[in-house]
């Protein structure tokens, strides 16, 4: 797993700061890399695109220490990931307190109920906009928004 780091360092230091790359690099991603290719519940996707969501989730993670007041929406994609890594409840919880000294919440179902689903096409849309700006066109990739969103808990 050494290789799926470097690999995600390499391409993580052309858009983030050296210390959430350091923060990153304690997260498990081996954990979750074997989630989403052996998982029944997750995407399985093959090799290539497991290294690919876990980047995409990565940025994701730099988005949500950027813009910390910000709800963020992911999609399919990154949701994936996300799901993967929250399976270690206790461990996905340390995890955001070492990459934003605080938890993050995520929040199921959202969008389902058509009052709320004006309000959260509009924060997938915004979120995806914030990943254009910071990484470039089609950063975020183009699977539909997951029914949930995130934000950081400032209880």
């Not at 910390?68 to 994936?80: F, W």
């Not at 996300?82 to 995890?95: C, R």
Request: aromatic fraction near 10%; charged fraction near 25%; proline fraction near 3%.
């Amino acid at each position: 797993m050494k290789l799926l780091k470097t690999l995600l360092i390499a391409n993580w230091e052309l858009i983030a700061d050296k210390a959430f790359i350091n923060k990153l690099l304690e997260i498990d991603w081996q954990a979750i890399f074997l989630k989403l290719i052996m998982s029944e519940k997750c995407l399985c996707l093959n090799a290539h695109q497991a290294i690919l969501t876990i980047y995409k989730y990565g940025l994701f993670l730099y988005l949500i220490s950027k813009y910390p007041d910000k709800k963020m929406v992911p999609n399919q994609e990154i949701d994936a990931a996300l799901h993967a890594h929250i399976t270690n409840h206790d461990k996905f919880e340390k995890d955001c307190i070492n990459l934003f000294n605080n938890k993050l919440v995520h929040v199921p179902e959202v969008g389902i109920n058509p009052e709320e689903r004006q309000e959260w096409l509009l924060t997938f849309s915004e979120t995806q906009k914030l990943f254009e700006r910071n990484f470039g066109q089609d950063a975020m990739g183009s699977s539909t928004a997951a029914c949930c969103e995130l934000l950081l808990s400032f209880k």
